[in-house]
């Protein structure tokens, strides 16, 4: 689309924002004691034309609000921390959603993906299509093995977790982990022996060049022990489910 297309088009939706803003407003005000209010909103509607001549203004110098910037290493979502190749994020959400969107439309790009979680796998694979290039581990209470098409790994086997991503990076540099059951492992695994597994697996990241989301919900720590938590991270992602 042409730039002043995309002008035009911008410009309409912010003049009828404009106009419905102040009519709402005008129509909170009280006939009986806010005369004089309501006429500088009747004035101000009459004259939205400057303010949407000073916002052309603006496009025209500056249009980089339509330019989206891009870089290799680099996934931009709003909201959401810039997703660098070498660190570990945590994500914060009650149900896992926007950790699981931004991993698989990593893997899209890469073809590469590890995905250790206590979802059942066939519901992931429901929603978001098989990818031959993603690997998953099952997290649950048992250590059964040869479920379907992957591995159960025990909850509080971090050595066996701490190799499965050892390897795994080591195999795959550059590639993207989501981490999904980590508020489960908290009833299985000391808080300390559980940070020291979250410091080992970013290093593991680091050394690789691999990326690593760690998905948790809200609240599920107290705050000094989440504050301690969320530094070995690089970047956070907060939403309320």
Known sequence: MKKDKMIELYLKGY???LKEAWKRAKSMVSHYDGWELKSRME??????????RS???ELEDDFSLFVEEESPNVITTPDLPDIR????????????????DIFFKYVSEIERGLCITSEKIKKITEK???HDGVSYYNLGKSKSQGRLDYETIYY???NKLGTVIGEYF???PGSIMLFHGMDRMI???????????????REKANGNNGIIIVTLPPDILEEKKFNQFRNSFDGEYSKEN
């Open 15 to 17: 003049e009828d924002g």
């Open 43 to 52: 004035g101000k509607i009459g004259t939205l034309y400057q303010d949407v």
């Open 55 to 57: 916002k052309r203004y």
């Open 85 to 100: 190749k070498g660190e570990m994020y945590l994500f914060l959400e009650r149900r896992p959603e926007v950790s699981f």
């Open 128 to 130: 978001y299509g098989k």
């Open 156 to 158: 509080g086997s971090l």
């Open 170 to 172: 080591k195999e795959n």
């Open 187 to 201: 009833h299985y695994v000391e808080f300390t022996k559980l940070q020291k597994f979250v410091d080992f697996i």
